[in-house]
């Protein structure tokens, strides 16, 4: 019976020293009704910081009409959890994919907006304005550019 219980004590010993290394993320409870990404914002000890490998993407010549996909690459270089609270293109041409989910630390993401080309013409300079709940700066402005031949 006395090992039983040693065996239990030794065990439960071990994953308690094992679970106290594990790291913790926070994660944010909708208890007000308040959307995670909009939480993060308001949430300013718990920001986290992001490296953008991407803030303008050239996508060349195209014809009137035509769709680019653009991805801007980005990695969560904190300590907590990345939320994109705001993503808002300069005009209707340009549509976010979707909603980029939640990105770890040290996990890296895409950003994806399609834009459309049927209403321009000549040099195009366009951008998507981001929120992110990040120390390094709230706001960011991803720009892109190219040429759009009219047939």
Known sequence: MKKIILASAAG???ML???CKSKTYYTYENTVGIPPAEFAMMDTVNYTSIEMENTD???GTINRGDSVTLEFKFKNTGDNTLFFSLVYPSCGCTVPKSSTPPTKPGEAGVLTAVYHSREDKGAVHKSI???TNTANGIERILT????VNTP
């Open 144 to 147: 892109f550019h190219g040429n």
């Open 57 to 59: 993407i050239d996508f």
């Open 12 to 14: 439960l010993l071990f």
């Open 129 to 131: 304005k981001v929120h």
């Open 17 to 19: 020293a094992v679970s």
